[in-house]
């Protein structure tokens, strides 16, 4: 068995290679899940706009619970990074099994959720009887492939936290591959597949994130990753291992919550303008998350390596990193903005739609790059904060950022009935006023000395 995993592979360094070496490998593997989505919704384009605009409320949906796995893992992360740092590999195990076993806790919760609480919810927020129809019955599929995903971001915890990164490509592979083949046999019945329809997109998702799954850890069995950080050797509860978890990934887990569950209120304020409009808003969710992954990555990639090279003594040299970072992703974001601008047929045309919600949809796209120009340094600032160990102070930074892009888009969308575009102005004021809270605050240097 190959036995990869080495002291020295724990610790970072301060270099542009090494930034890259760490973020590229998540990048690909963030790409897999929009990659997913948006072919979801290009097949789902094919069956009617309305396929197209219950997507934009399931798919938000559901992006509520993986963003609650998300803090959760931003959480776990930063701790093992932390213990990466500090040479102690043998803690490492105890915290990611606990991690899985949270994890599945709030997955069993998520389940019960959405088959009480969310269809009485949603009835109140829907306004189409038809499309509350389709959204509750694909939610009731879709939300059991929770479990799997969040086995799957904890292992992205693991991997990113102990620079092993590059073996995240393996796993998010197999899903890509699994989802388009499944998506395409269930939603329209080819290769003897029974013909689902919407539904077929919900199935699909639920057996290409169980194979992601199950290929990844098949990855870390081969690379001998679980015999060297005793993954699997004991499955015995430490209160004190389980407490330190929930402690830092609780403020993340919540501020995850909120900040998409906003999103689904920005949907539903859309979904009261037209069937169009929430599907033009769906397919800019698409570019958003498809293009904004490189941003996620580098802000990844910064809050590892933040709470490692703390762990290594090194806190004098945290501006340095971040610094760096937010220059490669800034210069990634301005060239995508710059594509999606002097291209944005092209990036439309795939969805199949008529050319009448194409011209709608051009000036939603110009306001969505260049708020891609925005998130890029902001969300590197924010998860810099998260990698100093100080996730309650990220989290009242997006509460309060949250209330702010509330209030604007309920003024804008549902008080004085703007066009869609200028609610998709949001972002700016989201991103703008989350990058300058953290900015302010990494430069108080308030975070040094802080111990997870």
């Known amino acids: 068995m190959d036995q990869t995993v080495t002291h020295n592979d724990l610790k970072v360094n301060i270099s542009y290679r090494q930034i890259l070496s760490i973020a ?15 072919t979801n919704n290009i097949f789902l384009g094919q ?5 197209l605009a219950a997507a934009a409320i399931t798919g938000v949906y559901y992006l509520i619970f993986a963003a609650i796995g998300f803090g959760l893992n931003n959480g776990l992360q930063a701790l093992i990074s932390r213990r990466a740092g500090e040479d102690r590999p043998g803690e490492i195990g105890k915290l990611f099994i606990h991690g899985v076993g949270i994890s599945m806790c709030i997955a069993v919760a998520g389940i019960l959720i959405t088959y009480t609480i969310s269809p009485w919810v949603l009835q109140f927020s829907i306004h189409d009887g038809e499309l509350l129809k389709r959204s509750v019955s694909f939610l009731k599929i ?12 904890m292992r992205n915890a693991l ?17 890509a591959l699994s989802n388009i083949f499944f998506d395409y046999s269930l939603i329209f019945g080819h290769f003897d597949f029974p013909k689902l329809g919407f539904n077929g997109a919900a199935v699909a998702s639920i057996i290409s994130e169980f194979l992601g799954m199950a290929v990844v850890f098949a990855v870390i069995h081969y690379k001998g990753i679980g015999k060297r950080f005793s993954l699997f050797s004991s499955l015995e509860y430490h209160a ?3 407490n330190s978890i929930l402690k830092q990934s609780s403020p993340l887990i919540f501020q995850s919550a909120i900040s998409i569950i906003s999103w689904e209120f920005f949907y539903i304020l859309i979904e009261h303008h037209g069937e169009m409009e929430l599907s033009i808003s769906n397919a800019m969710r698409n570019i958003f998350g498809l293009f ?14 933040v709470s490692n090279i703390i762990g290594q003594g090194l806190q004098h040299r945290v501006i340095e990193l971040i610094w760096k970072i937010v220059k490669i992703s800034t210069g990634i974001a301005i060239v995508i903005c710059l594509l999606l601008n002097l291209f944005p047929y092209i990036f439309l045309s ?3 739609q008529s050319p009448d919600w194409v011209s709608h949809a051009i000036p939603v796209i110009r306001v969505v790059s260049s708020a891609l120009v925005l998130m890029s340094f902001s969300t590197v600032c924010i998860n810099a904060v998260t990698g100093t160990g100080n996730t309650k102070i990220s989290f009242l930074i997006e509460l309060v950022t949250i209330i ?4 604007y888009v309920w003024l804008i969308l549902e008080r004085l009935h703007l066009p869609v575009a200028i609610g998709w102005t949001s972002e700016w004021l989201y991103w703008g006023s989350m990058f300058t809270m953290a900015f302010i605050y990494l430069r108080s240097g308030r975070w040094k000395g802080k111990i997870i």
């Open 404 to 407: 702010l892009y509330s209030f």
């Open 292 to 305: 904004g992954m490189f941003s996620w990555a580098l802000a990844a990639t910064c809050s590892s390596m």
């Open 142 to 153: 879709r939300i059991w492939g929770l479990p799997f995903l969040y086995v799957y971001q």
């Open 159 to 175: 991997l990113v936290g102990t620079n092993q990164s590059k073996y995240l490509i393996a796993g998010t592979l197999a899903e």
């Open 350 to 352: 795939v969805y199949g």
């Open 47 to 51: 069956l009617s706009e309305q396929s």
């Open 240 to 242: 004190p291992v389980a």
């Open 24 to 38: 590229l490998p998540i990048s690909l593997a963030m790409v897999v899940p929009q990659l997913n989505y948006i």
